[in-house]
C-alpha cells in the first residue's frame, strides 16, 4: 500500500471515520492496532514475512521489562547491543555479509524506524522518563502506527501516550488543518517531485553509463544539474510524505513532530541537520552524540579539549547517521562525508571564534552577502553529499573517472553558485509577493468596513472553509490524474528503503 495510491488514502479516510467515532480509549487503540496489523499485511506476500519484524518487536518489548526490572548500566547496554545486533543481523549490512541470513525472505521494511522507537524506550524506561509500565497494545501501536512505520516522523512514546489519553474529540480547526496538510503534501510528491523526478530520470543515465566518455565540461555541467533537480526531488518527496502523514494524524487526535524547518534557510551544515529531518536528528543528539560527549569529558577532564570532542562527536554522530541510511558501501563513503562536512563546520566555527573573537564572528554571520555565500556552500555540499542516494559503488566510480578532482571541485563551485543565486531570487520573489499581499491587504480592510454586518460575516466564514478545502482537494485530484497521465505513475516515496 503505496502512500500515493488511492488505496492508501481510502484506507486512512475509513481508519479516521472509525477512530474518531468513539472516544473510548479501548476502542480507539483497537482501531489503530487493526490498521497497523491491516497496513503491514499489505506489504506481505506471505505471513512467515512479518516473523523477523516480531522477532524486532518481541526483542525489543523484552528489553523494556528487563531494564525495568533490572535496572543498571551493564543491563541497559547489554539490551541496547543486542537489539542494534539483531538489528544488523536482519538488514544485513554488506559489513555482516559473511553472516548466513534467514533461509527466506521477509519484511525489512520499518525496522530502521522501529530501531529508533526501541532504543528510546530502553533508555528512558531506565531513566524513569516513560513512567507507567507500557502495555503490549501501546508499545505495538507506538512501534507500529501506520503512518510513522516506514519513515518517521520519530515520535517520542512519552507524546504518543500523552495524545492517546487526551482522547481529543475532532474539531472544525483539526479538520482544516489536517487536511491542508494532506492536500499540501499531496501536491509536494505529485506535482513538484513528480515533475522533478521525470527531469532526473532525463539526465542521469547519460551521466551514469560506463562506456561513455563525455568532456570533462560536458560532464561537469549534466552532473550539477542532476545533482541539483535530484536535490528538489529529495525534499519534495520527504517533506511531501511527512505533510501527508502528520495531516492524517492529525485527524486521528495526534500531534506528531514536525521534521521540516525550511532547511535551505540553514547558513551552515550543522544547521541545516537542525532543519532537515529534524526527528532523527535530534534522536541522535540524545542518544549518540550527548552520551558521547559526556563519555570523553568524563575520561578527559580537560577544559581546553572540551569544545574539540564536539568535533570528534559530531563526525561520528554524522557517520554513523550516515550510513544507517543503507547496508551498501556505497552508504559508508556518505556516511563519512557526512561526518567530515559536520565536524569540519564545528571546526571551523571553533577557528574563526578564536581568530576573529566570538562579538565579531556573530557579526560576520549576520552579514547578508557572508549568509547567502554560506547557504550556498551547505547547498552545494549537501547536494553532492546525497549523490550516494540515487547511485551504487559501481556508478559512483564512472562518476568520479568522469569529472575527476578538477571536475568534482568544479561541480562544487558551480552548485554553491547555483544556490547562492536560486536563494537571492527566492528571497527577492517573496518579499515581493509579501509586499503585493500586504498591499491587498489594505484595501481589503477597506472594503470589510463597508460590508455587511458581522453575523452575514461569520455565516460566510463557517461556509468559505469548507469550500475552499473543497476546491483544494478537487485540485490535488486534478493534478494527480495530469501527473498519472504525464509520469506514467506517481513517484516512489525515497525514504522507504532506509
Not at 495510491?5 to 487493526?34: D, G, I
Not at 554524522?318 to 563513503?333: L, N, Q, R, Y
Not at 495530469?482 to 525514504?495: C, G, K
Request: net charge positive; charged share 10%; with cysteine.
Amino acid at each position: 500500500m503505496e502512500l500515493t495510491s488511492w488505496q492508501f488514502v481510502a484506507f486512512s479516510v475509513v481508519v479516521v471515520f472509525l477512530f474518531n467515532a468513539s472516544r473510548a480509549a479501548r476502542w480507539r487503540a483497537s482501531v489503530l492496532a487493526l490498521a497497523n496489523v491491516a497496513f503491514i499485511a499489505s506489504h506481505l506476500r506471505a505471513p512467515y514475512q512479518a516473523l523477523a519484524l516480531a522477532a524486532m518487536l518481541v526483542g525489543g518489548y523484552v528489553a523494556t521489562l528487563v531494564v525495568r526490572r533490572w535496572n543498571s548500566r551493564a543491563v541497559v547496554g547489554l539490551c541496547i547491543a543486542l537489539v542494534v545486533v539483531g538489528f544488523l543481523y536482519l538488514k544485513h549490512y554488506s559489513f555482516m555479509s559473511f553472516v548466513p541470513t534467514l533461509p527466506f525472505l521477509y519484511l525489512v521494511l520499518g525496522l530502521s524506524y522501529i530501531l529508533f522507537r526501541i532504543i528510546h524506550l530502553i533508555v528512558d524506561t531506565a531513566s524513569g522518563d516513560v513512567g507507567e509500565p507500557i502495555a503490549v497494545w501501546e508499545y505495538f501501536n507506538y512501534t507500529c502506527n501506520f503512518l510513522t512505520f516506514i519513515s518517521g516522523p520519530i515520535q517520542r512514546f512519552q507524546d504518543y501516550r500523552a495524545d492517546a489519553e487526551a482522547a481529543r474529540t475532532l474539531e472544525t480547526a483539526d479538520v482544516d488543518e489536517g487536511m491542508r496538510r494532506v492536500i499540501w503534501g499531496y501536491f509536494k510528491i505529485l506535482a513538484v517531485s513528480a515533475t522533478a523526478n521525470a527531469v532526473f530520470f532525463k539526465l542521469s543515465p547519460a551521466l551514469l553509463q560506463p562506456d561513455a566518455h563525455p568532456a570533462l565540461a560536458s560532464a561537469c555541467a549534466r552532473y550539477v544539474a542532476t545533482a541539483a533537480i535530484y536535490t528538489v526531488f529529495l525534499y519534495y518527496n520527504f517533506s511531501g510524505f511527512i505533510d501527508v502523514v502528520i495531516g492524517f494524524a492529525r485527524l486521528l487526535g495526534m500531534r506528531l513532530p514536525e521534521n521540516f524547518n525550511k532547511p535551505f534557510l540553514a547558513g551552515n551544515f550543522l544547521d541545516f541537520w537542525g532543519r532537515w529531518h529534524m526527528t532523527l536528528s535530534n534522536w541522535f543528539r540524545d542518544y549518540m552524540f550527548n552520551p558521547l560527549l559526556a563519555a570523553l569529558m568524563s575520561r578527559f577532564e580537560n577544559p581546553r579539549l572540551a569544545p574539540w570532542f564536539g568535533v570528534f562527536g559530531f563526525f561520528v554522530t554524522f557517520a554513523v547517521m550516515g550510513i544507517w541510511h543503507g547496508a551498501t558501501p556505497v552508504f559508508v563513503a556518505y556516511g563519512l562525508a557526512m561526518g567530515l562536512g559536520a565536524s569540519v563546520n564545528k571546526a571551523f566555527k571553533l577557528f574563526m571564534a578564536a581568530r576573529l573573537g566570538r562579538a565579531r564572528y556573530r557579526d560576520l554571520c549576520k552579514a547578508q552577502w557572508y549568509v547567502y555565500l554560506c547557504r550556498g556552500l551547505t547547498f552545494a555540499y549537501f547536494t553532492m553529499g546525497v549523490t550516494a542516494l540515487w547511485v551504487d559503488m559501481a556508478q559512483l566510480a564512472t562518476l568520479g573517472h568522469a569529472l575527476g578532482v578538477v571536475g568534482a571541485l568544479a561541480a562544487f563551485v558551480a552548485l554553491s553558485v547555483l544556490g547562492t543565486v536560486s536563494f537571492i531570487a527566492a528571497d527577492l520573489a517573496l518579499a515581493g509577493l509579501a509586499a503585493v499581499a500586504a498591499f491587498a491587504g489594505i484595501g481589503h480592510k477597506a472594503n470589510a468596513a463597508n460590508a455587511a454586518s458581522p453575523a452575514n460575516d461569520a455565516a460566510r466564514g463557517r461556509f468559505a472553509r469548507p469550500l475552499a478545502a473543497a476546491f483544494a482537494l478537487a485540485g490535488v485530484l486534478l493534478v494527480t490524474l495530469a501527473v498519472n497521465t504525464l509520469y506514467t505513475q506517481p513517484p516512489e516515496f525515497v525514504y522507504r528503503a532506509f
